[in-house]
């Protein structure tokens, strides 16, 4: 496994989101808008500033629509 395959990602679940737009309000590195206003989140792997960031979008959803897919581990909600 490369370094970066074990790292952490942000999720989105496109069924729950509403496309209210906090996420781009507080991870805008990390999440941008498409045409209808839905995110659209970054495939890169979370670090330092860019994990604290997803952590902050994932905990300001209202409708839990995000989510930090961590490898090897099942996602739960919190």
């Not at 990602?9 to 781009?24: F, H, M, N, T, Y």
């Not at 902050?56 to 839990?64: L, M, Q, T, W």
Request: net charge positive; hydrophobic share 40%; aromatic share 4%.
């Amino acid at each position: 496994m490369g370094r970066q395959e074990g790292l952490a990602r942000l999720g989105v679940d496109p069924v729950a989101c509403e496309g209210i737009g906090i996420c781009q309000h507080v991870a805008p590195m990390l999440v941008r808008a498409d045409s209808w206003g839905y995110p659209i989140v970054s495939n890169r792997p979370l670090r330092g500033a860019a994990r604290r960031a997803a952590e902050v979008a994932v905990a300001s959803c209202p409708r839990r629509a995000l989510f930090v897919d961590r490898p090897g581990r099942s996602r739960q909600v919190e």
